[in-house]
């Protein structure tokens, strides 16, 4: 008892404290008031308790209270229930043992609604909630409670024991039809939806007449309860369910009491109740089921009207229905426009016949909902993208379509972005392509790399020769860059490094290095500044590089050109007077490291006969009118006279004017010395060199052309007066034969090392016309009494008609002459390399022994001039169907072979059976008749298992094996486990 009184006050306490104490004192006010009803019914006589409201009432009140108040109030509605017994004066064991009865009904019908409905109980959800709580609280919880109620009153009244039971039955299902609808739906917004939406003189005329109704069925004949039904209809058609719930228990009540007044002390009131109460749940239903397609058609008016997404009702034949705002503003129409044209006018022509087709497939039951991205034309002709739904409204029985709900979700903003953003990605993509920047973009989390095509094109690949692995890259890198480019990669990756700028070799598909410039760049790390990616550009910097490596070399050429030569250089700054000399002009003036050099300087060590004239040169420099090339004689200090000759190039800014001359001077006094000498050994020499049929060109220490004889006049195309003191490369253009790059004579060897010098072979003479014309050269120093080196001469034959013939005897000697293929010596060579390379690269080849069938018979018939006819074209069309990197070849009589490099058996296999069908259908006409021939071909390896002579063994046994099966077919050989080949096909 301690725990239960326990228990009862902190309920009670926790229910005061939130408020709870008005219901329990309405609710414990509401129970006695229509308790004593009740019990005040039984007075009048033959009256047993036929309706009975408190249980209806208590139920609806608990159902719409929180659970945890349930308890106090369970206990305020069983306290107002004794209370009216006793008061009404039944005895209080009797008034106590029908108020457990009434509560075991009470939590009976709540447990049930509460697990069959659940927690948010509201009517206005539909006719099957009203039913199924009708249906707890009239049907089930009845019959159950009012066996101990029935037993009671049998016991208190001395009635019997069926009719108290059912009596008790009808007397709650009476109270739950009229008292549960009102009970529930009674609230301030339903009071509220009453008083704001419904007219005032309809809601006054609709109580006196459902007051009325329940009168009028009454009095008539057969007692028509069904007119009850009529205001209830009324006021559930036009207005909110709560009026009809009213008007019903206004009718209800109407009835019951004429009925009352009418038969005084009679036992008339059990069906006739039961009937008037069961008249108002037909009508009621129907209140609900308006009211729940009134809030449907409202929510979804609502939903339309308020959303964002273009929503819009079309029937069948494509005309408008209704549209909200939102599609309105998508098409640029108003609605009274929208409903004078079609669904298909408003569609872009282009998007209209696939449109077509998935609604045909929509209208048919093909599929749910069609949902498409679509072009819109709107009002004004613009036109606009949407992402549209359409969904079928079908009937319930038939499933006929009756007309399509549209919705269309307004992209052209996002697709006019995609759009932009597609094109800006494009004109990115072809300016990297256009530069030949390959990209590669590394996904450091999933490990993989996107490498562009013009990356792999770069290396010599196709698109889909390199996947995506992120390590694939390391594997073309030189081996002398890899640690130090993978170095520089993790410093960038730790964050060391902003970003990363590095040049470095990677392999090329056929073999060559390609050095490329890499750029990239961590674009995106986690929050923990972890990498995620990284992406950069790779560019072909080959050209660039080997560029660098002849400058440096040509740089090192004229290093030590200058200190052969004895040459000084020096930079005059025009602006500042600033002269510089290096080690060697202070040599030639015999001035020390420490002396002072500046312009007075200079000029006050020119001979005065040549001052005038040496100064006027540096103006003329100065001021842009001529180049700076000169000759002067300088005074030294103890008298002695050299003279200098002194060349100059000026730099200018950007205005182009000059700023600078820098030039080089140098010794030509014992030159000098000399022209009297060389001038009479000159026309000697000159006159030999002219008795010769060789081409001779002489030239100083300068490798300016000194002299030419008459035949280097006719091969080069210049004469001498127009040539001499020019360049010899000027004059004596030397190329490569194969790549046409410039070559540089023999001279400037022969110079560096004063030893002969001869050219390179496969090097020709362009003459001045364009002409070329195979050469060979030779160059000698010429070498003074002194050992001092005063040029060189040049000498060179046109050997053209000799490299032709070697070129020719090469070609015969490794080519068959009848089909310009290889010949068997050189085929046996090939294929000796292959397996070489195989042993050594790892490469895997292909060898492909072709056998012709049918052969025979063309020779037999038409002649051995046309069996080679034959032989050629099969030729032409065996070199067509192969790579250039292939190598094909003519064995002997009918036979030929192919050297498939990087070749798999399939693939050899594939190309075989194309080149068989390309000459099954071949036709040869010879004098009238027409022959076709066939092939038989045997493949085999070459993985460097076997040597040349097994390998080509084994191709010939499995052409012949695919002979003796019948002919024009292909077999390949395999090895068996031995180690043997064995054919396969």
């Not at 640029?332 to 449109?355: A, C």
């Not at 990498?531 to 080959?542: E, F, Q, V």
Request: with cysteine; proline share 3%.
């Amino acid at each position: 008892m301690a725990a239960i009184a326990r228990w009862t006050f902190l309920h009670a306490l926790r229910f005061s404290r939130g408020g709870g104490v008005d219901k329990f004192v309405l609710l414990s006010v509401l129970y006695f008031l229509a308790s004593a009803f009740g019990i005040g019914l039984m007075r009048i006589p033959g009256a047993v308790a036929t309706v009975w409201l408190a249980n209806a009432i208590a139920i609806a009140f608990l159902l719409r209270s929180n659970r945890r108040d349930w308890p106090v109030l369970l206990v305020g509605i069983g306290l107002s229930g004794f209370a009216a017994g006793v008061v009404l004066g039944h005895p209080a064991v009797v008034s106590a043992g029908l108020m457990l009865a009434n509560l075991v009904e009470i939590g009976i019908a709540i447990a049930l609604a509460r697990a069959w409905i659940g927690r948010q109980i509201r009517l206005t959800d539909g006719v099957w909630t009203y039913l199924r709580l009708l249906t707890v609280m009239a049907v089930v919880a009845p019959p159950i409670a009012g066996l101990p109620g029935a037993y009671m009153a049998a016991w208190a009244f001395g009635a019997p024991i069926e009719g108290a039971w059912i009596s008790w039955v009808e007397g709650s299902a009476v109270g739950a039809i009229i008292v549960m609808p009102v009970a529930m739906l009674l609230k301030p917004a339903s009071l509220r939806a009453i008083r704001g939406n419904q007219p005032p003189l309809a809601l006054a005329a609709l109580f006196p007449g459902g007051f009325f109704a329940g009168i009028l069925a009454m009095y008539l004949p057969g007692t028509p309860l069904i007119l009850i039904g009529i205001p209830i209809i009324v006021a559930g058609l036009w207005f909110h369910p709560l009026t009809a719930a009213l008007v019903a228990a206004t009718a209800v009540g109407a009835a019951i009491g004429v009925h009352l007044i009418a038969h005084a002390g009679e036992h008339a009131l059990d069906v006739i109740a039961l009937i008037a109460a069961l008249s108002v749940v037909a009508p009621f239903a129907v209140s609900l089921m308006v009211h729940s397609l009134r809030e449907d058609r409202a929510r979804f008016r609502l939903a339309m009207d308020g959303s964002t997404v273009g929503m819009a009702l079309i029937d069948l034949d494509g005309r408008w229905m209704r549209a909200n705002r939102a599609m309105l503003d998508f098409l640029g129409y108003e609605e009274d426009e929208l409903s004078t044209i079609s669904w298909e006018r408003v569609t872009h022509p282009d998007d209209l016949e696939t449109t077509e087709t998935l609604r045909s497939k929509l209208t048919q039951g093909e599929i749910s909902v069609l949902r498409k991205r679509n072009r819109y034309v709107r009002k004004d002709g613009e036109v606009v993208w949407g992402d549209v739904a359409v969904s079928i409204l079908r009937d319930d029985v038939t499933k006929e379509p009756i007309y399509r709900i549209v919705q269309i979700v307004d992209m052209t903003a996002r697709m006019k972005a995609q759009m932009a953003l597609a094109e800006s990605e494009q004109r990115w993509s072809f300016a990297l392509e256009s530069a030949r920047q390959g990209v590669w973009d590394y996904n450091i989390k999933t490990g993989k790399t996107y490498y562009s095509n013009v990356w792999k094109a770069m290396l010599g690949y196709r698109p889909h020769e390199i996947g995506d692995d992120s390590i694939a890259w390391k594997s073309f890198v030189h081996p002398d860059d890899l640690s130090r480019v993978e170095r520089l990669d993790k410093e960038h990756l730790k964050g060391r490094s902003r970003s990363f700028e590095q040049e470095f070799r990677m392999r090329h598909k056929d073999g060559h290095w390609v050095w490329v410039l890499d750029r990239g760049k961590v674009i995106e790390r986690d929050a923990a500044g972890e990498p995620l990616r990284m992406i950069g550009t790779h560019t072909d910097i080959t050209e660039r590089k080997r560029g660098e490596d002849k400058m440096r070399r040509l740089s090192q050429r004229v290093h030590l050109a200058t200190k052969a030569g004895g040459v000084g250089l020096w930079e005059y700054h025009l602006d500042s007077g600033e002269l510089w000399w290096d080690e060697r002009m202070r040599s030639l003036y015999d001035l020390g490291p420490e002396d002072e050099v500046n312009y007075d300087v200079w000029a006050n060590t020119l001979h005065p006969d040549d001052r005038e004239t040496a100064e006027h040169d540096v103006e003329a420099a100065a001021t842009g009118e001529r180049p700076y090339d000169t000759e002067f004689r300088v005074v030294l200090a103890d008298g002695s006279v050299r003279h200098i000759r002194s060349l100059a190039d000026t730099m200018r800014d950007e205005d182009g004017k000059p700023i600078v001359l820098v030039g080089t001077n140098w010794d030509v006094s014992e030159t000098h010395a000399l022209t009297a000498e060389l001038a009479a050994g000159k026309e000697r020499l000159r006159v030999t060199l002219e008795s010769i049929g060789d081409g001779v060109i002489c030239t100083g220490t300068d490798l300016r052309v000194t002299f030419m004889n008459r035949v280097a006049e006719n091969e080069t195309g210049w004469s001498f007066a127009e040539a001499e003191g020019r360049a010899l490369d000027e004059v004596f253009t030397l190329a490569d034969e194969w790549t046409e790059a410039p070559v540089g004579s023999p001279v400037s060897a022969c110079l560096e090392t004063r030893r002969p010098a001869e050219s390179q072979d496969e090097i020709v003479l362009v003459n001045r016309q364009g002409g070329r014309k195979d050469v060979r050269s030779t160059a000698a120093p010429i070498i003074g009494d002194d050992d001092d080196l005063l040029g060189a001469v040049l000498v060179f034959q046109d050997v053209t008609r000799a490299r032709r013939m070697q070129r020719q005897l090469a070609y015969s000697a490794s080519h068959d002459s009848l089909t310009d293929l290889k010949n068997r010596a050189s085929f046996e060579r090939t294929l000796k390399s292959l397996v070489d390379d195989a042993v050594a690269e790892g490469h895997r080849h292909a060898l492909c022994f072709i056998d012709l069938d049918e052969f025979k018979a063309v020779n037999d018939r038409a002649g051995h001039t046309a069996g080679d006819q034959v032989l050629r074209m099969i030729a032409r069309t065996v070199r067509a169907g192969v790579r250039s990197v292939d190598v094909a070849a003519r064995l002997g009589g009918d036979e030929f072979a192919l050297l498939l490099l990087d070749c798999t058996l399939e693939d050899a296999e594939r190309i075989c059976n194309k080149l068989r069908n390309a000459i099954a259908e071949l036709e040869f006409t010879f004098a009238g008749r027409t022959f076709q021939v066939g092939v038989s071909a045997g493949i085999a390896p070459i993985d460097g298992t076997e040597p040349a002579s097994d390998v080509l063994r084994a191709a010939d046994q499995a052409c012949y094996e695919a002979k003796a099966a019948g002919r024009n077919r292909v077999r390949i050989a395999r090895q068996t486990e031995t180690g043997e080949f064995a054919a396969a096909g």
